[in-house]
């Protein structure tokens, strides 16, 4: 998602509150929106620095979706107009032609008024958006995008699960995912304190949880450890220091930290994962709280591929299923921005900075 639109994310003292107000339209294989599923006709539009589009990355990868569905890539950082595609060769991206993801949300409104957030699914055509609604955008791809799923798919939300899924998924969005920004953009001593005792309670009961099964839901991955791993890979990098949700590091607690390894040794999620993009986008988009913008060379990331011991607790990642193949062609993660990289670009390699209008 991020709506991390520039600086200025704390109110003075109030405790944080998410802007959650989408574009809700969904692309459907029933007809029952004008949006049918077409391979070939949307462009998902992420940054690997955002939680929210990390996990809209996870699941089309997972899915087998690369051949249909193609994915454009903005770079880590933005400022209050919006994501920009500095990436690509010219600074636009190659399919939409924008330098702007703002061009595609005021492609479908030319008043548009709200925030330009990541994930968004762009029809190609027009070059409009068509929703940034990110929570229902990854459960189409598992439920209406089911004949381009790649053979040996997982069913990432079965639908004999689905009720408590919405349970968990829904504690661990309100309590863990806006959790840590809850705790770093509060406005007031008293806001920190409330933000902090929820984000810890919510991580206790998920230790105690993963300490008995191997992921949230059993035996197997679901789309609810999708939602989790995107803020467990950023804790110890930024949430830790930078939000201040510093009772412990993630390394630190036995059952996460081996089941946030686990996830992220199976395919599609560490290779996925940027910390490099992910720090530099926390350290110098936030300049209210790290007005410096001076991006830590640390921690080690290599610890991430140390063994876990998750498979002593039974289960298997994709099932009966198989693992996604290598990653698409102009989509991996350079080597040294994962696990063991150097922490983060010299400032000399940074992407350029948009500036504000």
């Given at each position: ?28 294989s ?8 077409e391979?070939?006709?949307?462009r998902?539009?992420i940054?690997?620095?955002?939680p929210w589009?990390?996990?809209a ?21 933005h ?35 709200r925030g ?5 699914m762009?029809?190609v ?9 990110f929570?229902q955008?990854t ?35 309100t ?11 509060a ?16 991580l206790d ?5 993963l ?7 059993g035996d ?8 989790l ?11 830790h220091?930078h ?46 709280i790290?007005?410096?913008?001076v ?20 289960g298997?990642p ?11 062609q102009?989509?991996?993660?350079p080597?040294?921005?994962g ?8 400032d000399?390699e940074?992407?350029q900075r948009?500036?504000?209008?």
């Open positions: 998602m991020s709506d991390d639109t520039g600086s200025g994310y704390v109110a003075n003292g109030q405790e944080y509150s998410r802007d959650t107000n989408y574009l809700t339209d969904r692309i459907t029933d007809g029952s929106s004008p949006w049918p599923v391979a070939g006709r949307y998902l539009v940054a690997r620095a955002c589009a990390n996990r990355a996870i699941v089309r990868r997972l899915l087998g979706l690369e051949p249909v569905l193609s994915m454009g890539i903005c770079g880590p950082t400022d209050e107009r919006s994501w920009t595609f500095d990436l690509d060769p010219g600074g636009r991206d190659p399919v939409l032609g924008y330098e702007r993801l703002q061009e595609a949300f005021l492609a479908r409104d030319p008043e548009y008024p330009i957030t990541v994930p968004a762009v029809d055509a027009t070059k409009a958006v068509v929703t940034n609604d929570t955008m459960l189409d791809f598992s439920t209406q995008w089911t004949a381009h799923h790649r053979d040996g798919a997982p069913d990432l939300y079965p639908e004999h699960l689905r009720d408590e899924m919405d349970d968990v998924m829904e504690r661990v969005y309590e863990v995912n806006n959790g840590v920004y809850r705790c770093g953009f406005g007031s001593q008293r806001a920190y304190d409330r933000a902090y005792d929820r984000l810890w309670t919510a009961w998920l230790e105690e949880r300490s008995t099964q191997r992921f949230l839901m197997t991955i679901t789309e609810a450890d999708v939602r791993f995107t803020t467990l890979a950023r804790f110890d990098a930024v949430y220091g939000f201040k949700a510093n009772r412990q590091k993630l390394a630190e607690m036995p059952a996460l930290w081996a089941y946030a390894r686990d996830l992220f040794q199976t395919p599609g999620f560490g290779d996925t994962t940027d910390f490099p993009q992910i720090k530099e986008h926390y350290y110098v988009v936030h300049a209210d790290n007005p410096t913008q991006i830590p060379q640390g921690p080690d990331t290599s610890n991430w591929l140390t063994p876990h011991g998750r498979e002593e607790l039974g298997a994709f099932g009966d299923g198989t693992p996604p193949g290598p990653v698409a102009g989509e991996e993660v080597a040294d921005h696990p063991g990289g150097i922490g983060h670009r010299p000399g940074r992407g948009p500036r504000p209008a």
